[in-house]
């Protein structure tokens, strides 16, 4: 369900950079009892829209971690010295690796994805105290990544996982579908510095799916303040604020808008949206089935897609 909301909103932006990232999975309780963990531990390598040679290695090496090849996997990691290759190549190694990927994490106190992947060790070792307390500093680190999103997920097991994202009502420029993932992020990025606020609006969904709520959160929020009377703009800013340990914030600022924009259905469709990442169904179709009461928009096919989910639960 969860990974039908995350994929059905992102596929409505309509503005994918071309972000490749490890599996994502719904994760498991940290506060149930827990049966042994098979397998070695997830394995979460952002990697950007980089295309360079260590990148394109590095994502083959992830395919080959999620499927349980890890030798193959440990052999690509181990011709590389970055940070990332290292935390793969212990994570290989498991469960021989942890001793390796415990010292990684304290020669890199600042890292999320340190404390990040030391957490999933724990966790994979049933040591749940200590992997909440690495996860959350993962959360604090650098929370403008998609590690500290990533270690958010797991510290609030009964959302959905990642953040909701804003979803513009209008179309991205057509120009954008013939880049490549990394010419598109910076076509975006310069738009953004030089246009107006659907600009904006556009880079930072890309930043939203890139992992980098913070820096989205700011360009949302500065395309509100350029147009107060754009119902996407200040959407997108509620959207923004989104936070699963302080949810009320977003919602508070969202809410209002319906009064604001009482024909506008971004409002709705997101509404329902957030109400859905925190678990709330039933809030949540009544807002979508505003939407498709509303009549034709861009958010109508996504809309009866989760209704239709909903009703299957």
């Known amino acids: 369900m969860w990974l039908l909301v995350g994929a059905t909103a992102l596929a409505a932006a309509g503005i994918t950079v071309g972000v490749t990232l490890a599996t994502r999975t719904v994760p498991p309780s940290a506060t149930s009892a827990l049966p042994k963990q098979k397998g070695a531990p997830e394995l979460d390598l952002d990697l950007g829209v980089r295309t360079d040679p260590e990148a394109v290695a590095l994502r083959r090496a992830l395919t080959l971690y999620a499927r349980g090849h890890l030798k193959q996997a440990g ?23 942890f001793d390796r990927l415990a ?9 999320s994805l340190g404390q990040l992947e030391l957490g999933l060790a724990f966790f ?3 040591r749940i105290a200590q992997a909440e307390s690495a996860w959350r500093k993962a959360a604090r680190l650098q929370p403008d990544t998609s590690y500290a999103v990533r270690a958010g997920d797991f510290l609030h097991p009964r959302d959905a996982p990642g953040l909701p994202p804003f979803s513009p009502s209008f179309d991205a420029p057509a120009k954008l579908a ?5 010419q598109r992020f910076a076509a975006l990025r310069a738009e953004a510095r030089s246009g107006g606020a659907h600009a904006k609006l556009l880079y930072g969904a890309a930043l939203q799916q890139l992992g980098r709520p913070v820096s989205a959160e700011r360009e949302f929020a500065a395309a509100a303040l ?5 119902p996407d703009a200040q959407v997108a800013a509620a959207v923004g604020l989104f936070d699963k340990a302080r949810p009320a914030l977003a919602f508070s600022r969202l809410g209002p808008l319906v009064k604001a924009f009482p024909h506008a259905v971004t409002v709705r469709f997101h509404l329902g949206l ?5 678990g709330q169904l039933k809030d949540a179709k009544v807002q979508l089935e505003r939407v498709v009461a509303a009549g034709p928009s861009p958010f109508l096919a996504d809309t009866k897609l989760l209704l239709t989910k909903i009703a299957a639960k």
């Open 75 to 97: 052999a690509i990691f181990a011709r590389y010295d970055s940070f990332e290759a290292q935390v793969g190549a212990s994570l290989a190694a498991w469960p021989g690796g």
């Open 274 to 278: 957030m109400l859905l990442w925190i």
């Open 226 to 230: 350029a147009a107060p009377k754009d």
């Open 124 to 126: 994979w070792q049933n």
């Open 103 to 111: 010292g990684l994490a304290r020669a890199h106190p600042k890292s």
């Open 178 to 182: 013939d880049l490549s993932p990394p």
